[in-house]
């Protein structure tokens, strides 16, 4: 065990820094008339097990915030003092006056916010279970409606009592959810809805000062441009991607960012600049470190780099090189990615129906629905599909290969 492992995961969890929490706990013993002099380095010191047992008033704030007691987020319980017995003596009535107020105002000090870490967690379980959802299925209505729900609650709690870090987490919460709303009717090819819930989360990641849902936000914004054929606003979405701060500190962002503008790059034509991105996008994923990031970025690694050098091959009318990508995107993407695998898979049939394969192509898109395992297909999915379908008519009219493959699966995506 390295440090307060206990904490980190309490930290992790409610999905807060470590300089958001000093500032949560300062927050609260300031509300009491306290002084705040909790500084991030003091939260590093907790993390890391150099400090196992806080000062008494930061104990107090910290048993607080998070809503549960000093041992069950990692520290070393208060030493036990054997009480001393002292002869009775008789009562001094200024001592006993003065012990009648503290008793009388301490539930007053010892109020807790009203709206904390405990609330905040259980949002971002609701966020986190819906990200994994969409991971595995897709998107689609019911997981929208509830991510907007869930982004409704996050709201709502702004009306109780609360520090300003734990407001701005909440507003963080519901940009991230509005932005998985968002990302799900994008999937779904809802277009119209997609890009309202993305003006919103825009709105509410600025409100919440998170650099993260920001890039999440614009990323999305350059999918969007995608598929509505809007190359351009595509490629300054990706671009505005690349400039937020988390961008510019984190190299995992940096290579989404990077990875986003080669899309943009091989929808305008652009084949130099699409393999200039995705060379940088290797460069920055080669030096990701290890780090507590949103369940959203989970996707992401060596995997959907490839998966993404596929598409931007099959932009720029490179099958072969496309079909390769596709290979290795496969061979690396975790099983539990079924859509992403299923959309690789997709691809991958193109790649193979536009060398002339018109039977391995057809193999491929039968496994779409085997990986699919009996989900309805997401509408970008279906839109592949429908790619498909309809270049492998154009190529193979006639033969057996075609006929049987639109036969057999007709009633499966139409």
Known sequence: MTGNELLQRKIAQA?????????ALNDWLRARGE????????????VTGKI???????????EAVFGCSLEELGFE??????????????????????????????????????????????????????????????????????????????LGLQQGTATQAIRRRLFSLAADLTATAAWTALDARAFARARKHLDSALVLAGMAQDSVTELRVWKTL?????????????????????????????PMY?????????????????????LRSIGY??????????????????????????????????????????????YRALAVLPDQFRRNRASVTARLAISLLHQGEAEQGCAKAEEVFELMDGHP??????????????????RAPDSRTAIEWADRFRTEWI
């Open 15 to 23: 999905g807060f820094t470590q300089a958001e929490l000093a500032e």
């Open 35 to 46: 002084e705040g002099t909790v500084s991030d380095r003091v939260v590093r010191y907790w």
């Open 52 to 62: 196992r047992r806080p000062w008494k008033r930061t104990r107090l704030a910290l």
């Open 77 to 154: 319980p208060p030493a036990q003092t054997s009480p001393v017995r002292t002869t009775e003596q008789p009562v001094n009535r200024r001592s006993f006056l003065n012990g009648t107020t503290a008793v009388a105002a301490s539930p007053l000090l010892g109020a807790t916010p009203t709206v904390g870490f405990p609330e905040v967690s259980a949002i971002r379980r609701k966020l986190d279970a819906l990200n994994a959802l969409d991971q595995e299925q897709g998107g689609h209505d019911q997981l929208e409606r509830a991510a907007l729900s869930a982004a409704s609650e996050a």
């Open 222 to 250: 350059a999918m969007l441009g995608f598929n509505t054929h809007r190359y351009a606003d595509s490629l300054a979405a990706a671009q505005a991607a690349q400039r937020t701060g988390v961008a510019r500190r984190d």
């Open 254 to 274: 940096a290579a989404l960012g990077h990875t986003q503008a080669a899309v943009g790059h091989a929808a305008l034509g652009d084949r130099q600049s699409t």
């Open 281 to 326: 996008a290797e460069e920055a994923l080669g030096k990701v470190t290890h780090a507590h990031r949103p369940t959203w970025v989970s996707f992401f690694g060596p995997g959907e780099l490839y998966s993404v050098v596929a598409s931007t091959q099959q932009d720029l009318f490179r099958p072969a090189e496309a079909e390769a990508a596709s």
């Open 377 to 394: 297909l997401p509408g970008r999915l279906r839109s592949l599909i429908g790619d498909f379908h309809r270049d492998l008519l154009t």
